[in-house]
């Protein structure tokens, strides 16, 4: 509790959780916006789920987006491809591509599954997805331990 009275957003990302876990979702909610005002990444895609499923809010594509956009730039992987999906049925497969391609780049398994799936469908090109696996398993091997 002293770290969320220090505006620490990590603590109060987990508050979020802890009263969610409770099915306090209105408390969550309040952890998570306070969260998302210091910029914390799980908060925002936390909001984003909040507004995608309608659990204490109404549901409501335009934040679901908003929250999940903001996630993914600030590095959250699954944000990335939840970003490619909705894009992909919309229809905007060029912009569904690069959240994949970012995603990959990072290291996500589940971006690169499915950029696989959309090579195999001719929405990238060989070279796309070669770089694309090259620049996953950089990112996955420098993770690892030495």
């Not at 990444?41 to 335009?62: F, M, N, T």
Request: glycine content about 6%; aromatic content about 8%.
């Amino acid at each position: 509790m002293k770290r969320v009275q220090k505006n620490d957003s990590v603590a109060m990302t987990q508050m979020g959780f802890a009263r969610e876990n409770e099915g306090d979702h209105d408390r969550a909610i309040e952890y998570w916006s306070k969260a998302v005002e210091l910029g914390d990444a799980i908060a925002h895609w936390s909001l984003s789920i909040v507004y995608e499923r309608g659990k204490g809010v109404e549901k409501d594509v335009k934040k679901e987006i908003f929250y999940a956009e903001e996630a993914a730039i600030a590095g959250h992987p699954d944000a990335r491809i939840a970003l490619g999906c909705h894009e992909m049925r919309s229809e905007r497969y060029d912009r569904a591509v690069k959240h994949l391609i970012i995603g990959a780049n990072f290291g996500h398994d589940k971006s690169i599954q499915a950029l696989k799936q959309c090579y195999k469908s001719g929405l990238v090109s060989k070279e796309e997805f070669a770089a694309s696996l090259r620049a996953h398993q950089a990112a996955v091997d420098a993770t690892k331990s030495p």
